[in-house]
T-cell receptor, first 115, second 117 residues
Framework: NAGVTQTPKFQVLKTGQSMTLQCAQD?????MSWYRQDPGMGLRLIHY???????DQGEVPNGYNVSRSTTEDFPLRLLSAAPSQTSVYFC??????????????FGDGTRLSIL | AQSVTQLGSHVSVSEGALVLLRCNYS??????LFWYVQYPNQGLQLLLKYTTGATLVKGINGFEAEFKKSETSFHLTKPSAHMSDAAEYFCAVRRGNSGGSNYKLTFGKGTLLTVNP
């Protein structure tokens, strides 16, 4: 049972480039989300999904797109990278969208630098 | 809307001393509360959670937290710090009712715990 798997672990981009951060979970969780972590800011929600075909914006969605074509995968796309998007990105998943008492399981993060 | 305030971005204790990490929340509905720990270059791991029932919650690694509704607090404690407890700790709140976006977590800004020998 791998849990939540994020790839790549590290990435350096140039301003204006695009890329996709991958996230996959093997726990059949309905709910998946993307956060960014910046020093002194905690974790801020970018986008989330309550099931295949359903996504919604979080606290800081600008500059990012998501899709959820399967239960397992929830990729995050940077359309045109900006230095302000330099951050550590975490994907998380949890079960049972009808009950908020389930904890979220986190991946190990993707460390992204935009030059 | 819901929010979390963690008092003290950095807490330093001696090995064997009491650990107290403070968390206050605001929520318009009964909350579900969580503490997560993050070790360097790793993701977040769940330490403990409060949903309903007993207000004193025990978690992994000897940590516990008490939900105090009247004080809107969920402070994390450990009687005796160990060097391996050095990490960043995050308090998080989630709406405690069904429907809508009840599964969205709001995190505090984190408290970095340093344990001195």
């Amino acid at each position: 049972n791998a849990g939540v798997t994020q790839t790549p672990k590290f990435q350096v981009l140039k301003t204006g480039q695009s890329m996709t951060l991958q996230c996959a979970q093997d726990m059949n969780h309905e709910y998946m989300s993307w956060y960014r972590q910046d020093p002194g800011m905690g974790l801020r929600l970018i986008h989330y999904s309550v099931g295949a075909g359903i996504t919604d914006q979080g606290e800081v969605p600008n500059g990012y797109n998501v899709s959820r074509s399967t239960t397992e995968d929830f990729p995050l796309r940077l359309l045109s990278a900006a230095p302000s998007q330099t951050s550590v990105y975490f994907c998380a998943s949890s079960s049972s969208r009808k009950a908020g008492n389930q904890p979220q399981h986190f991946g190990d993060g993707t460390r992204l630098s935009i030059l | 809307a819901q929010s979390v305030t963690q008092l003290g971005s950095h807490v330093s204790v001696s090995e064997g001393a009491l650990v107290l990490l403070r968390c206050n929340y605001s929520s318009s509905v009964p909350p579900y509360l969580f503490w997560y720990v993050q070790y360097p270059n790793q993701g977040l791991q769940l330490l403990l959670k409060y949903t309903t029932g007993a207000t004193l919650v025990k978690g992994i690694n000897g940590f516990e937290a008490e939900f105090k509704k009247s004080e809107t607090s969920f402070h994390l404690t450990k009687p005796s710090a160990h060097m391996s407890d050095a990490a960043e700790y995050f308090c998080a709140v989630r709406r405690g009712n069904s429907g809508g976006s009840n599964y969205k977590l709001t995190f505090g800004k984190g408290t970095l715990l340093t344990v001195n020998p």
